[in-house]
């Protein structure tokens, strides 16, 4: 490796452009750390809430939590990967987008290590004008500190396949599995974005016996039909009180047993419950950023004996769930058809937009 140093598209203020700034690689790489050699990063919606300045996060940053790279330089004891496989220099990884402290109350009295109270998550949590500055994935390199859960591709998985999922899948892993699908259950999930697709997938590996899918665009309701969504309902085509209908007809006039909520449009909450069967289940999946508050009546939730859950980020083993989902399922699922052609780091802008527009199932950026 020549260069010693990076570009990276960096966010400054919330709502402005992407800056792109250059910054130095570390002189050294610390114990147990890896410098990265950025192939791909995916665009999340997640990204979209920061820019928007819906989750309080340091300025500036380089956002970026869904990548794929090639390792350059290791740190002194960094020899395998989170599953014991041997890692060198040259190999294709992905990781876990956030480290947990392992320590605190969340980590050790209470096992919800995605409440860790020290969690920090790369493209989110680092200010970028403090030292090793890469620590997001709108970059030519990124810096994984120590404690990273880093993770070798296997050769036959594409990175388009890898990005495709993003953190899309491992979200609705944890959350499918905080809320549960049983065998032949009815699920409606209400999105059509990377979140919903993952969730329909998920959802037909689990053994639902209808998936009907709510969202747009028609590209969007296109790609649910690939993934084995059994009906799509165009939200621009239909009211709130006509998909009600719609989903009771498809239900024997009871209701969906699980409903998934995967838009992140507060609104969505109020018509999903009303989806639910009386005792069915509904989980919050998609308001990762704070998009506001809705008029919600608890009486539904009493009335019809709902169980609510709700699921934030993910854990180490769900990101090697995932990789083994895609493996096992990449002929019936296609997430590498979900990325677009990749923006260059300079079209970073570009990219965010397309995702804050829907225009792409999955934008991604190529440095």
């Not at 402005?16 to 130095?24: R, S, W």
Request: aromatic fraction near 8%; hydrophobic fraction near 40%.
């Amino acid at each position: 490796m020549t260069a010693r140093t990076s570009r990276a598209a960096v966010l400054t203020n919330y709502e402005a452009p992407l800056e792109i700034k250059e910054f130095p690689l570390p002189e050294t790489i610390e114990p147990g750390a890896a410098l990265v050699r950025v192939k791909l990063a995916g665009i999340c919606g997640t990204d979209v809430h920061l820019w928007h300045g819906q989750l309080p996060i340091p300025l500036p940053v380089i956002l970026g939590h869904e990548t794929v790279g090639v390792i350059e330089e290791m740190g002194h004891g960094l020899n395998s990967d989170w599953t014991g496989k041997p890692l060198a220099v040259g190999d294709r990884i992905g990781w876990s987008s956030s480290i947990n402290c392992g320590e605190c109350y969340y980590c050790r009295v209470k096992p919800e290590p995605t409440r860790c109270l020290k969690r920090k998550a790369y493209g989110i949590s680092y200010d970028c004008s403090v030292a090793p500055h890469l620590l997001g994935g709108y970059a030519d390199y990124i810096y994984l500190r120590r404690g990273t859960a880093i993770f070798k591709i296997p050769e036959t998985l594409p990175t388009e396949a890898v990005v495709g999922a993003g953190c899309a899948l491992v979200t609705s892993l944890h959350g499918i599995e905080r809320i549960g699908i049983r065998l032949r259950d009815n699920v409606v999930i209400q999105g059509s974005g990377p979140v919903g697709l993952a969730c329909l997938a998920v959802a037909r590996v689990s053994g639902a016996a209808q998936v009907i899918v709510i969202g747009g665009p028609p590209h969007r309701l296109k790609l649910a039909n690939r993934f084995g969504a059994d009906v799509c309902i165009d939200v621009a085509e239909s009211s709130v009180a006509e998909r009600k209908e719609q989903v009771l007809e498809l239900t024997g006039g009871f209701g969906a047993d699980v409903v998934l909520e995967c838009v992140g449009i507060p609104s969505a909450v109020t018509e999903g419950i009303e989806l639910c069967r009386d005792g069915g289940r509904y989980l919050v999946l998609g308001h990762y950023g704070n998009a506001g508050t809705i008029e919600f009546n608890p009486h539904v939730v009493t009335r019809k004996q709902l169980t609510v859950a709700g699921s934030w980020g993910f854990e180490p083993r769900h990101t090697k769930a995932a990789l083994d989902f895609l493996e096992w399922t990449r002929m019936e699922f296609p997430f590498e058809n979900l990325v677009a052609e990749p923006f260059s780091l300079d079209r970073a802008n570009e990219a965010l937009q397309a995702t804050a527009t829907w225009t792409t199932a999955k934008s991604a950026i190529a440095p």
